[in-house]
Nanobody, 115 residues
Framework: VQLVESGGGLVQPGGSLKLSCAAS????????MNWYRQAPGKERELVAA????????SLADSVKGRFGISRDNAKNTAYLQMNSLKPADTAVYYC?????????WGRGTQVTVSS
């Protein structure tokens, strides 16, 4: 199983970014996908989750109305669309899935929101 995040960077407050998570090594369309983030000095927190077929999604209260999660099972890729970004959204963003009893993580992509 391999998860590779991309799309992070430096953005001004109010800006947007779209993160991608390219997955391989498992049947992507059979598993839910999650996005987590970890800010300096804080615990990793769940930001968004999407079911295997994409029909069910959930978002943390802190990002509702600003972020959206989606997936393209034909491309084995999950996405996190982030709008109206705030400095508090600054963190390393990780893609995650659980296959069987194993938790798999990507290496993360840094998102910095600053003027």
């Amino acid at each position: 199983v391999q998860l590779v995040e991309s799309g992070g960077g430096l953005v001004q407050p109010g800006g947007s970014l779209k993160l991608s998570c390219a997955a391989s090594g498992f049947t992507f369309s059979s598993y839910a996908m999650n996005w987590y983030r970890q800010a300096p000095g804080k615990e990793r927190e769940l930001v968004a989750a999407i079911s295997s077929a994409g029909g069910s999604t959930s978002l943390a209260d802190s990002v509702k109305g600003r972020f959206g999660i989606s997936r393209d099972n034909a491309k084995n890729t999950a996405y996190l669309q982030m709008n109206s970004l705030k400095p508090a959204d600054t963190a390393v963003y990780y893609c995650n899935t659980m296959v069987g009893s194993y938790d798999y993580w990507g290496r993360g992509t840094q998102v910095t929101v600053s003027s």
